[in-house]
């Protein structure tokens, strides 16, 4: 069977007995054509399976109209809110989103970034990985003038727009909430401290705790992947310390879901033994059994102004004079998991 040849301007501008150059202005919306004709000349154009040169009208204007994401994880609630918000913005704008998860992974992020670069995306808006320490794959992006704007997990190395959470706030709060439900010995489980969110989170804690002028125990601060199988551990090496903890503030749901499932499986209650405080409010928190207090961080609205940053890089084709870090605001949502701790 031969092949059918690809539809053209000119094909449609045959059949409908009328200029090719009136049907290209038609097709890109042109006010100088009626509405009726541009109606006309779509609906032969739909039919007769005409798609436009996107190659063609790529190299004139040097845009590809596609934002590449890059997000740790994409089955977390929070980088999944950031990437619709991203999308809300992108679609209206007429840019398509290409994304992609690293898992946390170096290698994998370095490959990806450099897909996207070879794909001429036009901007990179994403959030770095767990393992990531050097930046080289990101910099060929910088280097070229090609926009970045980062999000959550950023790069201080980096000139760029940065859409952060207020981390110390968030973590302050939590372990605040903590402190007034009558809990002394409050152990933290945190993310690694390569990554600024958890330097900050950490910060907020241990902020808390002083000015309550309760203990700090570096033997009940913890850091790890964040994992559920890393929460089991580290709640385990919890238990095993001299004095327990009456409260575990950690540094994301995951861990905090680990913490609960890891002290029922001890015969440890919680809130009435150990009270425990997440960060993201991942939809699981609400549902499980204790339900858990938790730090809401405003995913879709990030990856909103995320969008409308690089979009605007893009159109004005020039890197701003200055770079942006915008701290948006966090919330505590007060749940079971952090009850007030009974007086023996």
């Known amino acids: 069977m031969s092949q059918k040849p690809e539809t053209t301007i000119h094909d449609i501008a045959k059949a409908l007995n009328i200029s090719a150059s ?23 154009a739909q039919e007769m399976g005409y798609r436009p040169n996107i190659l063609a009208a790529n190299f004139r204007t040097r845009r590809t109209n596609t934002i590449g994401v890059i997000v740790p994880l994409i089955n977390r609630h929070f980088f999944s809110a950031v990437i619709s918000g991203i999308e809300d913005v992108a679609y209206q704008q007429g840019f398509a989103v290409t994304i992609s998860q690293s898992n946390d992974d170096f290698e994998k992020e370095s490959k990806i970034a450099q897909t996207l670069f070879t794909n001429r995306v036009d901007g990179l808006i994403l959030s770095i990985g767990m393992n990531t320490t050097t930046y080289e794959h990101l910099k060929l992006f910088s280097e070229r003038n090609i926009p970045l704007v980062f999000f959550d997990r950023v790069v201080d190395d980096i000139e760029a727009h940065k859409i952060v959470v207020d ?6 709060i939590a372990t605040k909430h903590l402190i007034d439900q009558g809990r002394k010995r409050i152990a933290m489980i945190g993310g690694p401290l390569n990554l600024k969110i958890y330097q900050n989170r950490q ?5 808390a705790l002083n000015d309550a002028r309760l203990p700090i125990d570096e033997s009940a601060i913890i850091h790890n992947s964040l994992t559920r199988e890393e929460g089991e551990k ?15 503030f950690c540094a994301n749901d995951t861990t ?3 913490a609960v499932i890891t002290l029922r499986g001890k015969n440890i209650r919680v809130p009435e033994d150990i009270a425990i405080v997440g960060f993201s409010n991942e939809p699981f928190s609400e549902v499980v059994t ?3 207090t938790t730090i809401k961080q405003p995913g879709f609205e990030m990856g ?41």
């Open 234 to 248: 580290a709640v385990k090496k919890l238990l095993r310390n001299k004095t327990l903890p009456d409260a575990i």
């Open 256 to 258: 905090a879901l680990s």
């Open 304 to 344: 909103q102004k995320a969008a409308e940053l690089i979009i605007q890089q893009v159109l004005v084709k020039e890197a701003p004079l200055t770079f942006e870090t915008i701290k948006m605001p966090t919330e505590l949502i007060v749940r079971e998991s952090s009850g007030i701790k009974k007086q023996k």
């Open 203 to 207: 910060e907020g804690y241990l902020k």
């Open 22 to 44: 009136t049907v290209s202005r038609a097709l890109k919306d042109n006010p100088l054509i009626s509405e009726a004709t541009r109606y006309k000349i779509k609906k032969a």
């Open 167 to 172: 981390d110390f706030e968030g973590a302050y």
């Open 290 to 292: 204790p339900s858990i």
